[in-house]
C-alpha cells in the first residue's frame, strides 16, 4: 500500500495525526511551547515516527502538515519541502532507546532552563503528580542544539531510564506513554517548577519525600486523571478556537 493511500485511510494513524496537532497547539495556548519546540509520536507497527516539521508554527500545526521519519531521521511522508526540525535526533534517539515510550516533547522552558544555571540547586518534587519524576530529573550538560545523532544518544544516555531530562541553559525533555498524557505531564511540570519556585520564596523549601512518593504512587489513577484533564484541554481549545470542532472525534 503506497504511504499516501496508508495516510488517508489509515483510522489509527489519523488520530495520532489530530491528537499531535491538537497537543501542540494546546501546550502553545498553555505557553510551553512558542516559536520553537516540538513533539513526536511513535508510528504504531511502523520504525517510524511523527513530528512537526521545522518551519510551520506552533499555533497552527495541523494534521497533514506532520513529517514522517524513520528512526536515522530521515524523511518518509510529509507536504513537498517539509523537513523536520534540526534537533529531530532528540526524539529519533530517545524513542530507539526507550520502547516504553510512545510520545517526546522538548521544550525551551525558561523555568526548566534556569534550573539548569544556579549552582547547587536541582529541581525538586513540589506537588502531588511530580511523582512521575520521583526517579530522578537528570540534566544533559551539552548546552547546544542536539543536531547530530550522536548527541541524540548521548542525551538519551542521560535520560536513561527517568521521565524527563533537563538540559543545560537550553530547555526541557519529557517522556510519556501517549500524547494526551504528554500534554498532562508537560502541564504538570511546568507547575511544579513554579511551585518550587514559590515555596523558596516563602521559606525553607520541604519537597515530597520517599515516603510520601511512595503513597502518591500507591494511590494514582494515571489513566483516569490523563483523561479527565486531556477532556478538560480539549474542551478549553474548542472554547478558544484553538482546536478546530472537526477535530473532535479522532481526540476521543
Known sequence: MADSTRRNTDPKLAALRAQLAACT?????????????????????????LIQSFSESRAQVGP????????????LEGPPGYKPPIEVFIHSEILRARPDTQAVVHTHSELAAAFTMVDGVDIQLMK????????????????????????GEEL???????????????????LAESLPALMIDAVHFEENAKAHIQATAIGKLKPLTGA??????ARSNRADHVGKLWNYYVEAGLEDGVIPKDWVALLR
Open 25 to 49: 497547539r494546546l501546550l502553545h495556548r498553555e505557553k510551553i511551547l512558542n516559536y520553537s519546540g516540538h513533539i513526536s509520536a511513535r508510528i504504531p507497527e511502523r520504525n517510524a515516527f
Open 64 to 75: 497533514e502538515g506532520l513529517v514522517v521519519c524513520d528512526m536515522d531521521a530521515n524523511v
Open 128 to 151: 502531588s503528580h511530580a511523582v512521575r519524576w520521583k526517579s530522578g530529573v537528570p540534566t544533559h550538560m551539552d548546552p547546544s542544539h542536539i543536531k547530530t545523532k550522536r548527541q
Open 156 to 174: 538519551a544516555a542521560t535520560i536513561a531510564n527517568h521521565n524527563a531530562g533537563l538540559l543545560r541553559a537550553h530547555g526541557g525533555v519529557i
Open 212 to 217: 510520601e512518593l511512595d503513597l502518591l504512587t
